[in-house]
């Protein structure tokens, strides 16, 4: 199995479990490869250390001080609070946000400007819906006082994982 540290276009980083790098080079010429956050089918694999079961050596580490330097946190970004922010969290934050926006509500697809209407007029019961809108159709609903709110959904915060 090959665990490969992979990146989108956007700079999201996640991990791809693979049978074998050929697996890997065959799903991403495909198109199967995905960004989970953004959906994004341009990845790039990321150079990545190799990682050496060595328990004696976890055991002297251990115990030797460490003479390294502050590592990640002097190039990460800060929050307004000062906090070195993790991208990895900020990731999952969002995932979370995402799958929490598919569950309360109702996917309409391509009928979102419409129903949105229904909805605004009082021809359709009121609920929480998601869909695809073009800016055309989205520029239109803000024209007529119909609040929306643009937001990417990632397919997976459509679907349960495994």
Same mark, same amino acid.
């Given at each position: 199995?090959? #665990?490969?540290?992979? %990146?989108?276009?956007? %700079? ?7 049978? /074998? &790098?050929?697996?890997?080079? @065959? ?21 990545? +250390? ?7 050596? @976890?055991?002297?580490? /251990?115990?030797?001080?460490? /003479?390294?330097?502050?590592? $990640?946190?002097?190039? @990460? ?21 995402? $799958? &929490?926006?598919?569950? %309360?509500?109702?996917? #309409?697809?391509?009928?979102?400007? &419409?129903? +949105? $209407? @229904? ?21 239109a609903l803000v024209e007529e006082g119909i609040p929306v709110l643009p937001?990417?959904?990632? #397919?997976? +915060?459509? &679907?349960?994982?495994?």
């Amino acid at each position: 199995m090959k #665990v490969l540290n992979l %990146q989108c276009a956007a %700079q999201h980083g996640f991990e791809g479990w693979f049978a /074998s &790098e050929a697996e890997f080079q @065959r799903q991403l010429a495909e198109g199967l490869v995905s960004c989970p956050v953004c959906g994004d089918h341009a990845i790039h694999k990321l150079p990545a +250390a190799p990682r050496l079961n060595l328990s004696a050596s @976890r055991e002297l580490a /251990s115990r030797a001080p460490s /003479s390294r330097p502050e590592s $990640r946190t002097e190039t @990460r970004p800060e929050s307004q609070a000062g906090q070195p922010v993790d991208q990895r969290e900020l990731q999952a934050a969002w995932l979370k946000l995402a $799958r &929490e926006v598919a569950r %309360q509500t109702e996917d #309409v697809g391509s009928d979102f400007a &419409e129903e +949105a $209407r @229904r909805i605004h007029h009082g021809e359709a019961p009121e609920r929480g819906i998601r869909g695809q809108a073009t800016v055309q159709e989205t520029l239109a609903l803000v024209e007529e006082g119909i609040p929306v709110l643009p937001l990417p959904m990632p #397919v997976s +915060a459509k &679907e349960t994982l495994q």
